[in-house]
């Protein structure tokens, strides 16, 4: 089954409201509506951008998605600081980041957590891209594959095929995020197949074909056509280089197959 790229620009903490209407006019001018055929491309900025841009694709019928990078397992209440799943469905978020690196690591998420915030989005209508990835003693001691097999099972647990039909997942080796060190092409279709792999137990081999499977970790313009070249790796996550316009075009046109805006 022919899988659409996805490049999904993660801004993380970065860009006020005003900022962030600008570089996605800059993105919308760089990449031309012909490469939308052959790529999808979302940004994910910060919570307070988010109707921000949402008023400007709307009002300018962009292309382009958008989504968040974090959400609730909770549906309300008291929990002062968390945004749920049904007010991102409300500013019109296509997608939604659960169980970044730095969730896990700075905020101590586990694969429960991430299974609650998984099954919030999709209840919601919202589209998760399901990050797991493993640490660099990890990748030097030759266990990553079995340790992102078993993150990816905790964090799907008991969802139905269904269900897993509907996320993305995103592998994102911890060592090379925001490190200048990224894994080879090799490296990320290792794990990535093994993740399609494992789609196929949990849910079957016709869903495992057409789940997206992302890499993420220093991509940029350079190296994202080799990464995104590989059988089972079917676009980015993309961190630094999603906030510079001309960069996220040139590599969103790349993953479309060409030729460069």
């Known amino acids: 089954m022919a899988r659409k790229p996805l490049i999904a620009g993660n801004w993380k903490m970065n860009l006020n409201h005003l ?32 109707r921000s841009v949402q008023t400007l694709v709307e009002g300018d019928k962009l292309l382009l998605t958008y989504g968040a990078q ?25 997608f939604v980041v659960v169980g970044h690196s730095e969730r896990r690591t700075l905020h101590c998420e586990d694969n429960d957590t991430v299974l609650a915030k998984t099954k ?3 209840k919601n209508g919202i589209t998760p891209i399901v990050c797991i990835g493993e640490g660099l003693d990890v990748r030097e001691a030759g266990d990553h594959v079995s340790y992102n097999v078993e ?40 794990v990535c197949a093994a993740i399609r792999a494992t789609l196929g137990e949990l849910a079957s081999p016709d869903v495992a074909s057409s789940v997206r499977v992302l890499y993420g970790g220093s991509v940029n313009a350079k190296n994202v056509g080799e990464i995104v070249g590989q059988t089972d790796v079917d676009g980015a996550l993309v961190g630094g280089a999603s906030l510079k316009a001309d960069e996220f075009a ?3 046109a790349i993953a479309a197959g060409g030729p460069l805006p």
Not at 70 to 93: F, H, N, P, R
């Open 120 to 122: 919030a989005a999709l």
């Open 19 to 50: 900022e962030a209407i600008a570089l996605v006019q800059k993105i919308a001018f760089s990449l031309p509506a012909k490469y939308f055929d052959k790529v999808d491309v979302t940004v994910i900025p910060p919570f307070t951008d988010i």
């Open 151 to 190: 993150q990816l099972r905790g964090s799907l647990a008991g969802l139905s095929a269904e269900d897993i039909a509907k996320v993305v997942i995103a592998y994102e080796p911890v060592w090379a995020i925001g490190t200048g060190r990224v894994a080879s092409a090799a490296d990320a279709q290792e």
């Open 250 to 252: 040139t590599l969103s």
């Open 70 to 94: 974090d959400v609730s397992a909770q549906d309300s209440g008291a929990y002062t600081g968390e945004i749920s799943g049904s007010m991102l469905a409300k500013l019109g978020c296509t």
